[in-house]
């Protein structure tokens, strides 16, 4: 079972109102990522964090930030939620695999629907 | 050009029959390889990884890589209904983000 949480689960929201999504992990990973997908759709990585106080932008724009305080939390915030930011929130983190490589454990995942 | 393309499907297979998905990808100096599985509504969940030319075999699962080609797939064997899923490639590129395709919708035929 993956260690990743996200709360809420679903929020259902009315425009304007600032949104916060949480995201914590008990692995210690250092890596972590925010991903947003559309029903259907693909993953766009919209932030990702390689440890506390780091934080970057990923490659899909988003109005959302970011912060990195502590190892295991990772929260996603709007300061002004819109329509157009319905969508399905993954939060992920990564370990180091022997090879080197970046594995991906995500967390259940948030669905937000701004009215 | 997209970094990982897939073709979106759907992908109709027998029950009991061998379900073939691929995946290219346009930055040569990608190292590592995934395939996820994404049951609706749920998250992605990895099946395999890999990292060097070759095949590569996990139960059911194998994992095909060419480096060369820029290609990268994923053979079922002996499919079963409960592997219809969206099967996403994932390629970690030269920026160490791990980017996704679209995803392929694989449906077992009972």
């Known amino acids: 079972e993956a260690d990743i949480y996200q709360t809420p689960r679903y929020l259902v929201i009315g425009t304007g109102k600032k949104i916060t999504l949480e995201c914590s992990q008990t692995m210690g990973h250092d890596k972590m990522y925010w991903y947003q997908q559309d029903p259907g759709m693909e993953l766009h990585l919209i932030h990702y964090?390689?440890?506390?106080?780091?934080?970057e932008k990923g490659d899909l724009s988003s109005e959302s930030t970011v912060s990195r305080i502590r190892t295991e939390h990772f929260p996603l915030t709007l300061e002004s939620a819109r329509p157009s930011h319905t969508s399905q929130y993954l939060c992920?983190?990564?370990?180091?695999?022997?090879?080197?490589?970046?594995?991906?454990?995500f967390g259940a995942g948030s669905r937000l629907t701004v009215l | 050009q997209k970094e990982v393309e897939q073709n979106s499907g759907p992908l109709s297979v027998p029950e009991g029959a061998i379900a073939s998905l691929n995946c290219t990808y346009s930055?040569?100096?990608?190292?590592?390889f995934f395939w996820y599985r994404q049951y609706s509504g749920k998250s992605p969940e990895l099946i395999m990884s890999?990292?060097?030319?070759g095949d590569k075999e996990d139960g059911r699962f194998t994992a095909q890589l060419n480096k060369a080609s820029q290609y990268v797939s994923l053979l079922i064997r002996d499919s079963q209904p409960s592997d219809s899923a969206t099967y996403l490639c994932?390629?970690?590129?030269?920026?160490?983000?791990?980017?996704f395709g679209k995803g392929t919708r694989l449906h077992i035929l009972p």
């Open positions: 992920a983190s990564s370990e180091l695999s022997g090879s080197g490589a970046n594995v991906l454990t």
């Open positions: 890999i990292y060097s030319n």
């Open positions: 964090s390689y440890g506390v106080n780091s934080t």
């Open positions: 994932a390629v970690n590129n030269r920026d160490d983000k791990i980017i």
């Open positions: 930055d040569r100096v990608s190292q590592s």
